[in-house]
């Protein structure tokens, strides 16, 4: 069983800075895209960044020069590195992993549960 479990989450005031984790465990071979999205009640999800297996990178204009995405293989872990936070950045966060199960030459999607981001004074 495969989990993706998110950290770093809370409340931060405009302008400041957060660090969400995303660290996936269980039984796989590797994984391969990762991306974070968003969303807030009401509104359609959003994309906010990601990374293909070779390292190059999207981000959603909203957050372009303020968010950055990375990873580190070795410990199995997604990162987003928030700054110069928005109150239009609040949203609950969720990362995203294609990851290549042992049997499967079909990478398959997995979710963590989300982490709440609150920008507020």
């Known amino acids: 069983q495969v989990r993706l479990v998110e950290s770093g989450g809370g409340l931060v005031q405009p302008g400041g800075s957060l660090r969400l984790s995303c660290t996936a465990s269980?039984?796989?071979?590797?994984?391969?895209?990762v991306g974070w999205y968003r969303q807030v009640p009401g509104k359609q999800r959003e994309l906010v960044a990601n990374?293909?297996?070779?390292?190059?990178?999207y981000y959603g204009d909203s957050v372009k020069g303020r968010f950055t995405i990375s990873r580190d293989n070795a410990q199995n872990t997604i990162f987003l590195q928030m700054s110069s936070l928005k109150p239009e950045d609040t949203a609950v966060y969720s990362c995203?992993?294609?990851?290549?199960?042992?049997?499967?030459?079909?990478?398959?999607?997995?979710w963590g549960q989300g982490t709440q981001v609150t920008v507020s004074s």
């Open positions: 269980g039984n796989f071979v590797s994984i391969n895209a």
């Open positions: 995203n992993a294609y990851i290549y199960l042992y049997g499967s030459a079909v990478r398959k999607p997995f």
């Open positions: 990374m293909n297996s070779g390292g190059s990178t």
